[in-house]
């Protein structure tokens, strides 16, 4: 039986990793990479890499502040990308975009008339319909402002995800977030005002301190808004990001705080009418059915714009260059402002069949509902079970598959262990990838 070192190994939200990701020489022309690709049902993803503070937790794409003018001459960059991006897909087949979403960072760190530009980016130059299809948003308490938020919904939003951590002020500056739950309270109630139909909450356990107490205490004052989604992360400390842990507990013992508090609040949403849909998306069961999954499509083609942000083809996920450290963030940022020449894909990483394969397993199992073998069978003319026999038997062994169903899918205890489930299904070669790229 192989071994598992711990139920957090790493969250798995796209794979492969941008870590597996390698400077594309020649650069492709999008063009070429978007000719024969379907194209009507795109997602498309703006990612706006700014923050009031970096949260002690966070290794995503963002740096702090953004002085002299530096998000109007992203918007004009990201401006110009959209412009060669759109006219790289082409007007041969129809070119429809299915889901938006605007991500960071924090995109409500752009202010009211800001964000109405980077509204015109997505609607004028890539032709997404924001009042059509889902869009949403992620914001932060101080952010979320009247102003910012009048906008987002006049143009669209289906959904606004507030990153909340905790509503417990300690554990909030102990998560290196320090913010005050009056600002939270007041945050949420400007959201609830403009009648957004999806509230998401993001809520985080294992930070130094937390108890049950105060972890039921949080997961209350969020019900108490009866948000449409919650979302419960596990606490990780990345290399490279601020929160160096500062107490002595042993890495086992983190790890169990983690499960017990996994476990308790899963179990208290399950009880307060809510569904789960991974191990970390709870729905409420009568919220209405709009914004996207907790899924990430298997299928269907992606187009990031920003320089943090991915796209996706069937046979090639590309980017930009990625960091954690914050002075190569801004580097990386700097050039992508000065960037005249979009129209190729510079870092990246090809899918073939085994790692789509893998892709499109990684990604359904994660999911709570699993997957319908004869929907693999189908794209792929194999099963799960032949391709991966000996991942699929190791989750097996450990009780981690529901082996009451047809369907593929993980038992409570699987979910609960997503996180070591996602990591065993990476390829050798995308795993000697990532061990082989060094962190900046
Ligand atoms: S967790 Fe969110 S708000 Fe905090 S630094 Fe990261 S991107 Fe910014």
Not at 27 to 52: N, Q, T, V
Not at 204 to 229: C, F, M, N, R, V
Not at 406 to 412: D, G
Request: proline fraction near 5%.
């Amino acid at each position: 039986m192989s071994e598992y070192r711990t139920p957090y190994e790493s969250y798995v939200y796209a794979y492969p990793h941008k870590t597996a990701y390698r400077p594309l020489r020649p650069r492709p022309a999008l063009s070429e990479l978007w000719a024969g690709e379907p194209k009507d049902a795109l997602s498309l993803y703006l990612h706006i890499p700014f923050c009031e503070v970096r949260c002690g937790f966070c290794n995503l794409f963002t740096r702090i502040g953004a002085p002299d003018g530096l998000t109007t001459r992203y918007l004009d960059a990201m401006d110009r990308q959209a412009t060669a991006v759109r006219e790289a897909l082409g007007d041969e087949g129809p070119v429809r975009f299915a889901t938006t979403a605007f991500g960071g960072g924090t995109p409500t760190f752009l202010t009211a008339a800001e964000l109405e530009r980077l509204c015109d980016i997505a609607e004028q130059r890539m032709g997404a319909d924001l009042r059509a299809v889902p869009l949403s948003v992620e914001a932060s308490p101080a952010t979320a402002t009247a102003d910012r938020l009048a906008v987002l919904a006049e143009r669209g939003t289906t959904r606004l995800s507030l990153g909340v951590q905790s509503f417990v002020d300690g554990e909030a500056r102990a998560a290196v977030r320090p913010q005050r739950r009056a600002d939270v309270e007041a945050a949420l109630a400007r959201i609830r005002e403009t009648r957004i139909p999806v509230l998401n909450i993001d809520l985080i356990y294992g930070i130094d301190g937390q108890t049950e107490h105060s972890w039921q205490h949080s997961l209350d004052a969020a019900l108490a808004w009866k948000p449409e989604e919650l979302y419960l992360y596990p606490l990780y400390v990345r290399p490279l990001t601020g929160l160096g842990r500062q107490s002595a507990t042993p890495a086992a013992e983190w790890d169990e705080q983690r499960l017990r508090l996994y476990r308790q609040g899963r179990d208290h949403l399950l009880a307060h009418g809510y569904e789960q849909v991974s191990m970390r998306m709870f729905r409420r069961t009568d919220a209405p059915a709009v914004g996207a999954d907790d899924y990430a499509c298997q299928t269907d083609g992606m187009i990031g714009l920003g320089c943090g942000a991915r796209s996706y083809t069937s046979s090639l996920h590309y980017s930009f260059d990625y960091a954690v450290d914050m002075r190569e963030i801004r580097t990386i940022i700097d050039t992508y402002i000065t960037t005249e020449d979009f129209a190729r894909a510079e870092v990246g990483r090809q899918i073939d069949g085994d790692e789509g394969r893998r892709r499109h397993l990684l990604q359904s199992l994660l999911q709570a509902e699993g997957m319908d073998p004869g929907d693999y069978r189908d794209r792929f003319g194999s099963t799960p079970a032949e391709d991966f026999p000996a991942e699929l038997a190791s989750f097996a062994e450990r009780g981690w598959l529901d082996e009451g169903t047809h369907r593929l899918r993980l038992s409570a205890e699987g979910l609960a262990h997503s996180d070591a489930v996602g990591p065993a299904l990476f390829s050798p070669r995308v795993r000697a990838a990532m061990a082989a790229y060094e962190l900046k």
